[in-house]
């Protein structure tokens, strides 16, 4: 074999190797799209299952307006349809797709074990449990005084939260900034700021004219001390440098508090404002439980004073979306104000 | 324009007389950082100061900057004695220390915004984005810069206010040698530009006889004035220059023969 023959047999094996590699790799692209497909198909098949069970297993329980939750299921079913054709065509909609899927086939299956619980088997204690057809029925029928309940909320958590910041944004600040006033808010701070909100109860009702009037106060000062403690911890911590560099540059006290030392502290005092939106979270709740006459603490009272388990769920399924809107929300105050941070530390 | 203020008769002397400065340590005991200071700095000289580290050279210059008050005797700039920090004095310290929550063009008008200028007289900040190099930085953020151009970035907000006096505190010393080399030519460009008054500590002999009119060598504890160097060679220099290495050893025969001194001083 001369050496030109050697050469060329091995061109041709390696062309014919290569082949072999591109055409396993073309397989296990099809292997994948298979699987692919499998993957996105998931949720329809747990619909199905769902649906064959909703149907052909007979109810042991007394179910009313049943009809909510069927079309519930079906115009998920169906929304889930148009997003996949959708995503046939749109590759970013598709993966983002794939990765809920996980995500909804656990939530099917929940549902699934819940309907198959309580109404299907009847093993958990009514009306304790109700099914989920019965909550979303409870929803769908009682939407009109949940909203106006979520409004009442909403007023008494805006007006405290408010409240809450504005008092506690200055305090810490100036704790933060003067020693004098550090000296006196401090102890007051350590002292009465662990005291959970709530343990108040009894003394602003005795103070304040109105529930309401007393429901704020709590929920201003629930708000207020975190605030307070972050905005006060982020000021104090702030690199000395910038201070002395503000002032070469002919900054006054009033340029260095507003213009440097606030926005330094910001990071920390967003903390503040989450926690404070939590601890407000919880005294609005208990402070509507316990006195005040609207909202939804007063309507899950109201719905567990009759045994309607289910409107008790439909109440807790809307405080859920509320108060993780309002969290949302702040996350994306929080990544307008601090767009500095982006790329300097984890999100 | 940022060159047409150059035009402008600009003075900028600062006389040191008798100054002292002491520190008290944690456990209460005097630490003297600096003792009898003489010096006299003619308008828009450039000066450095060099030494070990102790010798109160960054005390000398916090002094001047204001941020620091003399324990005995008085600093005045152009016969007025320096009280507390003032625009007209300058500082760029080691760690460019720009806000990190400003872009670079809102660090840069930061000594603007200081003073209470109107936004709307901020056109010049444009102007010293271009004087540093940083053109098309100026909405980025400070930890999107290189450390280089960071501290340009912390010249140009020094510059803004139209300083007489810019007091540099090792504003190279954490650069590596590229970089610095090229940042000093810029250094000199501007001060040759605007004539203002400089004050340069280092701990880079070399990078100071690059630099200045006049080298101040100073030996610590406590910290003082031990010689004035002149630099004799003209400008632009090069660093391959024979007086170059005459001076260097000079320095260098400075600091040791201090070392001796304190040496036998102890024995």
Partial sequence: ?347 | MVTAENALPQAGAIVFEQVRKIFVDPEGREVEALSSVNLAIRPGEFVSLVGPSGCGKSTLLRLVAGLETASEGLIRLDDEVIAGPHYLRGLVFQDPTLFPWLTVRRNIAAGLAARGVAKQQWDEVDEYIELVGLSGFGDSFPHQLSGGMAQRAALARALVNHPKVLLLDEPLGALDAFTRMQLQDEILRIWQDRGTTEIFVTHDIDEAIYLSDRIIVMTPRPGKIQEIIEVPIGRPRSRNHPDFFRLRSRILEVLNFAKELSLSYYL
């Fill in chain 1, 1 to 347: 074999m001369s050496a030109s023959e050697l050469t060329s047999r091995k061109k041709t094996d390696l062309q014919i190797e290569l082949g072999e590699l591109k055409s396993e790799k073309h397989s296990v692209k099809k292997d994948l799209n298979l699987m692919l497909v499998c993957k996105l198909l998931l949720p329809v098949l747990l619909w199905g299952i769902f649906w064959v069970a909703h149907l052909f297993i007979a109810d042991r329980q007394i179910l009313t307006g049943g009809k909510y939750f069927n079309w519930l299921m079906i115009t998920l079913l169906g929304l889930y349809l148009i997003f996949l054709v959708i995503s046939y065509f749109i590759s970013n909609i598709r993966s983002g797709l794939v990765h809920k899927v996980p995500l909804i086939s656990a939530v099917l299956m929940i549902l699934l074990i819940w309907e198959l619980t309580t109404l299907k088997l009847n093993l958990l204690p009514l009306p304790y449990f109700p099914p989920p057809a019965k909550v979303f029925a409870a929803l769908a029928i009682d939407w009109q005084t949940l909203w106006i309940s979520v409004l009442y909320s909403l007023r008494l958590l805006g007006i405290g939260y408010l409240i809450g910041l504005l008092v506690g944004l200055p305090c810490g600040t100036l704790m933060g900034w003067y020693a004098g006033f550090n000296y006196w808010l401090n102890p007051v701070l350590r002292f009465i700021g662990p005291i959970p909100a709530t343990a108040w109860i009894p003394v602003a009702m005795a103070v304040f004219p109105t529930s309401f009037a007393a429901s704020i106060f709590l929920i201003a000062l629930a708000s207020w001390f975190p605030i307070t403690v972050m905005t006060w911890s982020g000021i104090a911590n702030v690199n000395k440098a910038f201070y002395e560099v503000a002032r070469t540059l002919g900054g006054g006290e009033y340029y260095l508090i507003t213009r440097v030392a606030v926005p330094a502290a910001l990071p920390s005092i967003f903390v503040g404002l989450f926690m404070g939106m939590g601890t407000a979270f919880v005294t609005l709740v208990v402070g509507e439980l316990l006195g005040v006459k609207a909202g939804l603490g007063w309507y899950i009272q109201w719905a567990q004073g009759w045994a309607e388990y289910a409107k008790v769920y439909a109440a807790l399924f809307v405080m859920a979306v509320i108060f993780s809107g309002l969290i949302t929300l702040l996350f994306r105050i929080r990544d307008k104000v601090l767009v500095w941070q982006r790329g300097l530390i984890k999100w």
